[in-house]
């Protein structure tokens, strides 16, 4: 979901500070976000992922001590030899393997789900006013032959012989020692003698279900939900991931989205240029009425506020409309419309260009 190292992602120290963590991660979220001209789609989603470990302190406890999962915490690849130990005694009242107080009394492993990502496609009317759709996800469900024990019906268990029963593996290059759930028991420590047919032993299938997920009003192309407990099982009796869900909003004919604002491209006709006018334009809401100011140029930006698009999590605030002008020209003129122009310009004996020859006449670029 989120670059291996977090930090690297959001560019920020093991120390930095919570606002320094979201400051960081609304400057990269601005610069890299896909509706920004040079945004990045796959920087956009590391940069929400990391976000979502830092900003949360259980998952970036669990990440700053190396992952080993209980129930409530996150996870992450390696943890230490110590942390076990402290974890694993304070949760089942005995010591690792070998430590004393316990002996003889493997604890299970716990491990948290891997967390799920699923796209879903909404129209922009619906990420306007927000919507409700059904996704359909796939999961590991316990298999129904054996009950998710891996085993043929009636089969003993026996202690698994890729962790000896210790439900982790455990792996050391000299310096740095980690350990993992056991991949063959998934932390439990021990295997059937006999393998399930249906499963292989696994004690899973695949399966999957659909799951009813409410878009908030005002959603971005790219943006992710996150759903509680709905990515993969956990091993061990540990709790399931999460489940992400990245929202693709379709574009709109007539609206465009800005950041927190949405733009139109409203042409308007030389006349209306010149002399102003009033004329009428798209909201979201209907028909409204906007007075053009006489001498308006192409390119002016006009604002409707507060007529944009809801902003999530803002109590009901909406962002702006706003109507960026096009003088449209047109390119087939009648002899007569011909004469008027050419009169026109006769009477206004105007050189917009006098200015800038004048500038770079006093530079040396252009003889005056």
Request: proline fraction near 8%; aromatic fraction near 4%; glycine fraction near 14%.
């Amino acid at each position: 979901m989120a670059a291996a190292d977090p930090y690297k992602t959001l560019g920020v120290d093991r120390s930095a500070s919570p606002e320094a963590i979201k400051k960081a991660y609304r400057v990269l979220a601005r610069k890299h976000h896909p509706d920004n001209e040079g945004g990045n789609e796959d920087k956009f989603k590391d940069i929400q992922g990391a976000y979502d470990i830092l900003s949360d302190p259980e998952k970036k406890s669990a990440y700053d001590r190396g992952g080993f999962q209980v129930p409530g915490m996150g996870s992450a690849e390696n943890f230490s030899m110590s942390d076990l130990a402290d974890i694993l005694g304070g949760v089942f009242g005995s010591r690792m393997p070998g430590g004393g107080g316990g002996r003889g009394q493997r604890p299970q492993m716990q491990a948290r789900g891997r967390d799920l990502e699923t796209q879903a496609r909404i129209t922009f009317d619906q990420s306007i006013a927000g919507t409700e759709i059904t996704l359909p996800v796939p999961s590991q469900d316990p298999c129904p032959d054996c009950r998710g024990t891996g085993g043929r019906p009636g089969s003993q268990m026996t202690t698994c012989p890729e962790c000896s029963g210790q439900g982790v593996v455990i792996q050391s290059d000299g310096l740095f020692t980690s350990q993992t759930p056991c991949p063959k028991c998934r932390g439990v420590g021990r295997v059937p003698k006999d393998p399930c047919n249906t499963c292989r032993g696994t004690g899973r299938r695949p399966g999957g279900s659909t799951l009813r997920v409410k878009v908030p009003a005002g959603i971005r192309d790219g943006g992710r939900i996150k759903v509680p407990g709905r990515g993969e099982p956990g091993v061990g009796a540990g709790p399931r991931g999460d489940l992400y869900v990245v929202v693709h909003v379709a574009p709109s004919r007539v609206f465009h989205r800005k950041g927190d604002h949405l733009e139109i491209e409203l042409p308007i006709t030389v006349t209306e240029a010149l002399r102003g006018a009033e004329v009428k334009v798209p909201t979201l809401d209907g028909v409204k009425t906007i007075r053009v100011a006489p001498g308006t140029k192409h390119g002016t930006l006009q604002r409707l506020k507060g007529l944009g698009p809801p902003l999530s999590g803002k109590n009901g605030a909406r962002g702006d409309l706003h109507y960026r002008i096009a003088v449209d020209i047109p390119k087939d003129l009648t002899d007569e419309q011909k004469a008027l122009v050419d009169a026109l310009g006769a009477s206004m004996d105007y050189d917009p260009r006098e200015d800038l020859m004048k500038r770079a006449a006093a530079r040396g670029g252009v003889n005056a």
